[in-house]
């Protein structure tokens, strides 16, 4: 997992892509292997913004394989030394089959709801963070990358914070 907390104020590292690869041996019951690159075409997102995704996909196994992607919130309440976790999923899209030996690009659009809550880092008693997680779906979770998501900010604060 990647966990990237991100000053507000450096917009151009809010604005880059975030990309994870990874590769998995099946098991017993098929032969061959997965390779997964998925790329999202930047750091951070408000609600209601568009993320794109592009995961570049060689099923070299003899199993056929969906990809799946969704967006989950992990919020932590914290209080006089206990922990307490949640996980939700806030928005998935399933994909078309990926037949076994072959090689292709899958592009999808996830759109952040807009009444999803921001990003809660750097706080002592709660903290929320976002995920986008890729996985095949004959296959545990691959490829895992934490997304912060950050509110809209309007365009007299970015004016006057980031020039």
């Not at 799946?68 to 899209?93: H, I, M, P, W």
Request: proline share 4%.
């Amino acid at each position: 997992m990647i966990l990237l907390q991100l000053p507000l104020c450096s917009f151009s590292v809010i604005q880059s892509q975030q990309v994870g690869t990874t590769e998995k041996k099946m098991g017993i019951f098929s032969k061959g292997q997965v390779h997964m690159e998925a790329t999202v075409n930047k750091t951070a997102y408000a609600p209601g913004e568009s993320m794109l995704i592009l995961a570049k996909v060689n099923n070299a196994s003899s199993r056929d394989m969906t990809p799946k992607f969704s967006l989950t919130r992990s919020v932590e309440f914290r209080a006089q030394g206990d922990r307490k976790n949640e996980e939700y999923t806030v928005q998935k899209v399933v994909d078309k089959v990926i037949t076994s030996y072959t090689k292709q690009e899958v592009k999808c659009e996830m759109r952040v709801p807009t009444d999803e809550m921001p990003s809660i880092e750097n706080c002592d008693i709660i903290s929320v963070t976002h995920q986008l997680k890729a996985c095949m779906f004959s296959l545990r979770c691959i490829w895992t990358s934490a997304l912060p998501l950050i509110q809209r900010l309007s365009s007299h604060w970015l004016f006057h914070n980031l020039l």
